[in-house]
């Protein structure tokens, strides 16, 4: 069932455009052809079509070199890197040759489907590639798009979307990778009565995208491209084309697809008798992955074109407490590392240690997401020791098991131990602030250790200066205090506890004090 208003055909909206022109600025303003369909595109130079020279990636690399890179990011998954690598060097290699030969059409694209629970590195593995080889790289959820015409997406905006990631460079964006996530969301149920419109719709509407057609940039539902091609229309005559083909990008989707095991365990029938016995305990539902068909993958609601169009099966593991003790010790993106920056910035060290990391990884293991829960853990971790320390004297910070158990508990310790050092050093401070000011007026000022500890609580308060803070104490004192000793000859002032209290109290009755005693 359709949703929300009638949205209008191009021919439509062209009228409607050519009626507001028409009264704005008369009959001196015609619009061009202005539909959005590949083959009515070419308004330019009708029945050609210009070649651009092909774009060099300066693509060198072997499957080792990428697994290797790989490697030093993502913990574990070896196999799924082999075949990741394996496939992009067949494709991007592909690209390359074509670039010399011309078109190749031998070639069956690589395109590939990824299966595997949340967090185990799937979108990661193809950003650190795509970063890799220098191409455009887009990434989507599936459940958000519809057929067309429909409320939701239109999956041709993912091609859109590339030439925005390469600024504008449509060359470059046709070599681009584009990474569909929850791809399991729109298998279409084998019970669904009527039109799917969200599951088999945006199934059918990836196939000629996967395989290669052409779209155009410009949509009728976007007003600044048509009114762009109108003026170009009026200016020129004619209107450029402006299409982007997606023979050369690489479409990968991916998702957890839960129950395909069992689809899988079910066809192996008997030869999962002997599977299970492999295995010390019963496989896990991943552990099927690697056997997948095009057939499970039609029983479990994707069109047999659409599988057809994603030839390679990557199978990713569930991570472990080890492997996450992994990611946090030794990966080059390691969540650690934005952490030690952070507290960096404040002059502040932060020292991970073995314990303090494990402790880490068990509690994220526990919230079963993978690698996602290490960020939730370290930011309930850390996040008050962010914002205490940097007021505080500390300058180094060591992640035990004990502060990831009780981090409120241990940076209560901290602050206090904290505090006693900070203390004690203001206290000296004072006392030399004391020595400076008896010098400079001549009057002997003696501060008891009660009340510079008084004085450095009133600091650490109000977060003022030692200076600022006893300025303001002893504001009217160099007065008072002369006064007193040019009358009564007086040198020398004990500065008590009560002193600090109530200092213009004190200063009062000192002064009346001199008055009766004359």
């Not at 407490?321 to 910035?345: H, M, P, W």
């Amino acid at each position: 069932m359709r949703c929300g208003p009638k949205w209008p055909n191009p021919d439509e909206l062209r009228k409607d455009m050519e009626e507001f022109f028409s009264r704005k600025y008369g009959d001196s303003v015609k619009l061009g052809v202005l539909s959005t369909e590949p083959d009515q595109a070419r308004t330019a130079d009708e029945g050609t079509e210009t070649k651009n020279a092909p774009l060099d990636l300066q693509f060198d690399y072997l499957p080792r070199d990428i697994k290797k890179y790989l490697d030093r990011f993502v913990v574990k998954q070896d196999a799924a890197k082999k075949v990741l690598a394996t496939a992009i060097c067949d494709h991007y290699n592909h690209i390359k040759r074509c670039s010399v030969k011309g078109p190749c059409r031998e070639y069956a694209k690589q395109n590939i489907i990824m299966l595997g629970p949340t967090g185990v590195g799937k979108t990661y593995l193809v950003r650190t590639i795509a970063d890799l080889i220098g191409v455009p790289f887009v990434k989507a959820d599936a459940t958000k798009f519809s057929e067309t015409g429909y409320v939701g997406g239109d999956v041709e905006d993912l091609v859109r979307e590339l030439v925005h990631k390469a600024d504008g460079d449509v060359r470059l964006a046709e070599y681009g990778i584009i990474y569909l996530d929850e791809i399991d969301k729109i298998a279409t149920p084998t019970n669904i009565l009527g039109r799917d419109v969200s599951g088999g719709g945006v199934q059918r509407g990836l196939l000629k995208l996967m395989e290669e057609t052409e779209v155009s940039l410009r949509t009728p539902f976007d007003l600044t491209s048509q009114l762009q091609a109108a003026m170009e229309f009026q200016s020129k005559g004619k209107v450029s084309r402006s299409v982007i083909n997606t023979r050369h990008i690489l479409f990968i989707v991916s998702g957890a697809f839960n129950g395909l095991a069992d689809i899988i365990r079910k066809r192996m029938g008997a030869k999962a008798i002997g599977f299970n016995s492999a295995y010390r305990s019963a496989p896990r539902d991943e552990d099927f992955f690697q056997y997948a068909k095009s057939n499970d993958f039609i029983e479990y609601g994707f069109e047999s074109e659409f599988v057809g169009r994603l030839p390679v099966v990557v199978s990713c593991h569930e991570l472990n407490v080890d492997d996450l003790f992994t990611i946090l010790k030794n990966s080059e993106g390691s969540i650690v590392r934005q952490y030690i920056n952070a507290f960096d910035a404040y002059g502040i060290e932060l020292v991970p240690t073995d314990p303090g990391l494990l402790t880490i990884a068990q509690k994220a293991y526990e919230d079963r997401t993978g690698a996602r829960s290490l960020v939730g853990v370290c930011e309930r971790t850390f996040r008050e020791f962010k914002y205490n320390l940097p007021h505080s004297s500390i300058k180094r910070l060591e992640v035990t098991a004990e502060l990831v158990e009780n981090p409120q508990e241990v940076l209560k310790g901290i602050l206090k131990e904290s505090e006693a050092g900070q203390l004690s050093e203001m206290e000296t401070t004072f006392v030399m602030i004391a020595d400076e000011w008896s010098k400079r007026n001549g009057i002997q000022i003696r501060l008891q250790p009660e009340a510079a500890r008084l004085l450095s609580q009133k600091a650490l308060e109000s977060g003022n200066e030692a200076e600022e803070v006893f300025a303001e104490t002893f504001k009217d004192y160099e007065h008072g205090l002369n006064l007193i000793r040019r009358t009564q000859g007086i040198q020398q002032f004990e500065i008590t506890p009560d002193v600090i209290r109530d200092p213009r109290a004190t200063l009062d009755q000192w002064i009346r004090a001199y008055y009766i005693s004359r």
